[in-house]
C-alpha cells in the first residue's frame, strides 16, 4: 500500500511542480502530454491493482469458518478445524470449496498423506508455507493433524 501511496505523491507532486514555480508554463491546458502522462499513470496504478486483487494466488482474507458440516462432530476435529481457521490456513487453503486457492486443496489430504507425512509438512513449511513449528503448541499440532486426517 505505501508504494502506490508514494507513487500517486510523487505523481501529485510533479504535477504541481509548475503551479509552485515562478518559472515557465503553469497553465494544465498548456501542458497536455504531461497530464496525459500523469492520467495514464495513475490509471495503470489502478488497474494493476485491481488486477493484481482479483488474482488466485491471493490469500482469501475474508474467508469465513468451515461449516458444521464439513468440520465433524468429535472434539478433537472441531478443535483442529477452529484451529484452521484461527491460524488462517483457510486464508491460502481449500477445503471443500471454502478458503483461498494459493495453496493445495486439502480437500483430501487425509488421503494423500500419513499423520507423520502431515506433521512435518505442518512443521517444516513448504515453498510458500511458513513453518508453524515455533507457532503451534504439541496439543495444537495434534488437533490440527487429526481434522486433516479425517479430509479423506
Not at 503551479?19 to 508554463?25: A, D, P, T, W
Not at 497530464?35 to 488466485?56: C, D, N, Q, W
Not at 470449496?97 to 494459493?102: E, I, L, N, V
Request: glycine share 8%; proline share 7%; aromatic share 6%.
Amino acid at each position: 500500500m505505501m508504494i502506490i501511496a508514494a507513487l500517486l505523491l510523487a505523481l501529485v507532486a510533479l504535477l504541481a511542480m509548475p503551479l509552485v514555480s515562478s518559472k515557465g508554463e503553469q497553465s494544465p491546458s498548456r501542458r497536455p502530454w504531461a497530464i496525459a502522462a500523469v492520467v495514464v499513470m495513475v490509471g495503470l496504478v489502478f488497474s494493476l491493482t485491481v488486477v493484481g486483487y482479483r488474482e488466485p494466488w491471493l490469500p482469501q482474507f475474508k474467508a469465513p469458518p468451515l461449516r458444521a458440516q464439513t468440520t465433524g462432530s468429535t472434539n478433537l476435529v472441531i478443535r483442529g478445524a477452529a484451529l484452521f481457521h484461527r491460524q488462517s490456513c483457510i486464508l491460502c487453503h481449500q477445503i471443500d470449496g471454502q478458503g483461498g486457492s494459493r495453496g493445495p486443496n486439502l480437500s483430501q489430504v487425509g488421503a494423500r498423506l500419513s499423520r507423520d507425512q502431515l506433521v512435518w509438512r505442518i512443521q517444516n513449511g513448504a515453498a510458500s508455507m511458513p513453518p508453524y513449528a515455533g507457532v503451534l503448541t504439541a496439543q495444537q499440532l495434534r488437533d490440527v493433524v487429526g481434522f486433516l486426517a479425517t479430509r479423506k
